[in-house]
């Protein structure tokens, strides 16, 4: 199959289930990062144009032990007990969308952090959501490393 749009429904077995997906999901071509000050620049590029109900969600951890979703205008900090996230949001933050492309802004005195962005049209609210409905792997798995 051709998955080079990024959109692609899901319907194969997994490890004691079967995973099933028709969300299309907007596939991720490239996220780069940019440091201004104390600002950290994310700019997540898709596949295909970025609509309301699939925002791209960004899940960081920082080496100060601070874990963060960035999910659309919205700045989250997230605790996990059990596998299960729970989130509050501590601020709104600087957050665009230009047609593939979504900019989002984190202010931090990390000298390194880790970072993961996916994309559903639901948040995320477990590790095993991020194999149910986003086709990614789970967070805290194949984060990229910035410092």
Request: with cysteine; proline share 2%; hydrophobic share 30%.
């Amino acid at each position: 199959e051709n998955y080079s749009d990024g959109m692609f429904v899901r319907d194969n077995d997994g490890y004691g289930t079967h995973y099933y997906n028709d969300t299309a999901v907007n596939g991720i071509s490239s996220v780069k990062v940019q440091r201004i000050g104390r600002k950290l620049k994310f700019i997540i590029s898709c596949q295909k144009n970025i609509s309301d109900d699939a925002v791209p969600q960004l899940y960081i951890s920082d080496n100060n032990g601070g874990n963060y979703r960035l999910f659309g205008s919205k700045l989250d900090k997230y605790t996990e007990n059990n596998g299960d996230f729970q989130f509050s949001t501590i601020s709104e933050i600087d957050f665009c969308v230009n047609e593939n492309t979504a900019e989002y802004w984190f202010e931090t005195d990390a000298q390194e952090i880790y970072f993961k962005a996916a994309v559903s049209s639901k948040p995320y609210s477990s590790r095993e959501d991020f194999y149910d409905s986003g086709d990614v792997f789970p967070a805290g798995a194949l984060f990229y490393k910035y410092k």
